[in-house]
């Protein structure tokens, strides 16, 4: 038991000694490009349309297909698509 306890500390030790003798330097350089505020705020508006219109067009679009497609008696066939 002595002898794992002191395998046990002299790995620790081993760990934290090479750990400190080699120390990571990091030198990072972060260059950042901002926009301005008003920029930001015209992109996220265009985006939210395009993705509204977008989603609202396809819904529009499915129910349209639909009530052709019933209006001309055609539920059975809507399996096939």
Not at 1 to 14: V, Y
Not at 70 to 78: A, S, T
Request: net charge positive.
């Amino acid at each position: 038991m002595k002898k794992l306890i002191f395998i046990f500390f002299t790995l620790i030790t081993f760990a934290n000694v090479s750990y400190a003798s080699f120390p990571v330097i990091h030198k990072t350089i972060v260059t950042t490009q901002t926009v301005g505020p008003e920029l930001d705020h015209i992109l996220n508006s265009i985006l939210g349309g395009i993705a509204f219109f977008g989603i609202l067009y396809f819904l529009l679009r499915t129910i349209w297909r639909g009530w052709k497609k019933k209006k001309n008696g055609l539920e059975c066939c809507l399996g096939q698509y």
